[in-house]
């Protein structure tokens, strides 16, 4: 490793990131360097009948009805994700360690090396079909840290709180579904979220949010999309990952010592049935491996705040709020969001 080479763990962005913004944004950075990566994207769709990848970038306008859909944003995602890690430059960068947030989780398989590329968009493309395979339910987004991002004392518990009351009630279901720091995802049917809504506490700096287009994602309200999922996609699939990858429980997936069943019994079962805790995985991975810096493919860079509250949750590197990320970021960034055209030239080869 030359002395200029910097470490880093590269986290892959879930649904969501895929906006108005990142339209044609596939064929601009990528069209002309991996055209036969998407033209292989684009026959998996074709094969099942659905609309290629290279068709739904270059939409003449972006549609919330069309692009936010599970079958739809998934495989975007995918690609936009998997084709800006293949443009990481490795002279620059050793890359230590990889995570994902959610859906991102079948983008980290691939990035780690535990599926191929193009077995990593198969998965993906499956599971967008397979996310609205689940009971009547849905997603809202809280925050719960302050404009400094830090958190507000005893909100985290007193919704936790809440939260065990209602799906205590018959007829109730409401779970957390993905911790993302400053910011919980909670998940249920619809009687759950609205008793949610209608009794969250004042939360900092926006109202509960109800995310367009989203299941009851990482509950039990999910079986059929998990039943689905291990029906369609064999474990033959997975094999060793070559990079280590943090999952959705923190658990360290390690080179040469993890089980490819298993990981394909976990990405399935747990991790579309259980809660997904991201700021765990980051900071898991930052304690466990030290990288440099944080690499955040796209689409997009919604998730950097995540990512940045995660490191705050731990006061990484004597980050302890959003000022001291913000200033860290301007003398020696941290987090490098290939979203970001500046940054992004800081990562690619």
Excluded: C
């Amino acid at each position: 490793m030359t002395a200029t080479r910097k470490t880093a763990l590269v986290i892959a962005p879930g649904r969501g990131t895929y906006g108005k913004g990142e339209l044609g944004s596939i064929a601009r950075l990528h069209g002309a360097r991996f055209a036969d990566r998407i033209a292989n994207f684009d026959a998996q769709r074709r094969d099942r009948g659905q609309a290629t990848v290279s068709e739904l970038d270059g939409a003449d306008r972006f549609s919330v009805g069309v692009h936010m859909r599970g079958d739809v944003a998934a495989p975007l995602i995918y690609t936009a994700t998997a084709l800006d890690w293949l443009s990481i430059d490795r002279d620059r960068y050793d890359v230590v360690a990889v995570a994902g947030n959610s859906m991102g989780w079948y983008s980290a398989l691939a990035l780690g090396g535990a599926v191929s590329v193009e077995d990593g968009f198969r998965i993906s493309n499956a599971m967008g079909l397979n996310s609205q395979t689940h009971g009547p339910g849905g997603q809202i987004l809280l925050q719960v840290v302050d404009e400094d991002w830090r958190p507000v004392p005893g909100l985290r518990a007193t919704l936790f709180d809440l939260v065990a009351s209602i799906a205590a009630r018959p007829g109730h279901a409401l779970a957390l579904s993905i911790d993302l720091a400053g910011m919980l995802v909670l998940a249920g049917n619809e009687e759950g979220l609205a008793a949610l809504l209608a009794e969250a506490p004042p939360t900092p700096g926006r109202d509960p949010l109800r995310l367009a287009g989203h299941g009851p994602f990482h509950t039990p309200l999910m079986f059929g999309s998990s039943d689905k999922a291990r029906a369609e996609l064999p474990a033959s699939l997975f094999g060793t990952p070559a990079i280590p990858l943090v999952d959705g429980r923190g658990h360290i997936w390690r080179r040469f010592a993890s089980d490819p069943a298993a990981m394909w019994d976990y990405t399935f079962g747990h991790q579309i049935l259980a809660p997904y805790d991201f700021a765990l995985s980051v900071q898991v991975a930052v304690k466990e491996f030290a990288p440099d810096v944080v690499i955040l493919p796209g689409p997009g860079d919604t998730l950097g705040g995540a990512i940045a509250q995660s490191l705050i949750g731990i006061e990484w590197q004597g980050i302890a709020g959003k000022a001291d990320f913000m200033a860290r970021q301007a003398a020696d960034p941290i987090l490098l969001s290939m979203g970001r055209a500046e940054q992004r030239a800081l990562v690619i080869a």
